[in-house]
């Protein structure tokens, strides 16, 4: 079946714009999780999705970040007067449930670069 | 993250049975023994996971001491396509988000 799919695959932009990252996860995993990967460095947690419960936000660099996901499907990330630092690989992950040993499955990721 | 410690990196010949070793030695009870493995300009790929008894599937078998300080992954034969990074992670049975937090993890080098 499909699997995890995101878009933009690259994103060019200008310090100080807006930018709005997508998630489509596999059908029926309840849970969506964002993370993030500067080059060369490892996976750092951004935010969480578990059903219709409130979203775990603790990964969230700054105020700039902000994600939601309609009808517990389809993920959007966005990123406020995007920074140079904010370059990176931002990487969807759905799985099954979020708690537990199930595995998450990840989508190819969105390089955003900043300029 | 000091929660697992891994080799910063292995080669192997194509063909040839791989171990990566992994050590957890703070591991609780309820931890559970994920493996990821990223390949170069990829997403993170799910490998296997366990808890206490060894685990087979048909990516890789995962290999659990006794008193779950260590474990050891097992590609039987590797292939250039598992050239990747593989990450070694402890995650909770249950109650909280399985936030994945990878460290440097093990470069796999596989050649001809």
């Known amino acids: 079946g499909a699997g995890v799919s995101q878009s933009p695959s690259n994103k060019v932009t200008e310090k100080g714009k807006d930018v709005e990252l997508r998630c489509d996860p596999i059908?029926?995993?309840?849970?969506l999780y964002w993370y993030r990967q500067s080059l060369g460095q490892g996976l750092e947690f951004l935010i969480y999705f578990q059903g219709n419960s409130a979203p775990d936000k603790s990964g969230l660099p700054s105020d700039r970040f902000s994600a939601e996901r309609t009808g517990g499907s389809v993920s959007t990330l966005t990123i406020q007067r995007t920074q140079q630092e904010d370059s990176a690989v931002y990487l969807c992950?759905?799985?099954?449930?979020?708690?537990?040993?199930?595995?998450?499955?990840f989508g190819p990721g969105t390089r955003l670069t900043v300029t | 993250d000091a929660k697992t410690t891994q080799p910063n990196s292995m080669e192997s010949n194509e063909e040839e049975p791989v171990h990566l070793p992994c050590n957890h030695s703070t591991i609780s009870g309820t931890d559970y023994i994920h493996w990821y493995r990223q390949l170069p300009s990829q997403g993170p790929e799910y490998v296997i996971h366990g808890l206490t008894s060894n685990v087979n599937n048909r990516m890789a078998s995962l290999a659990i001491a006794e008193d779950r300080k260590s474990s050891t992954l097992i590609l039987h034969r590797a292939t250039l396509r598992d050239a990747a990074v593989y990450y070694c992670?402890?995650?909770?049975?249950?109650?909280?988000?399985?936030?994945?937090?990878f460290g440097t993890g093990t470069r796999l080098q596989v050649t001809l």
């Open positions: 059908s029926g995993h309840t849970a």
């Open positions: 992950a759905s799985s099954l449930v979020g708690h537990g040993p199930y595995e998450q499955y």
């Open positions: 992670i402890r995650l909770p049975l249950g109650g909280t988000a399985s936030k994945l937090t």
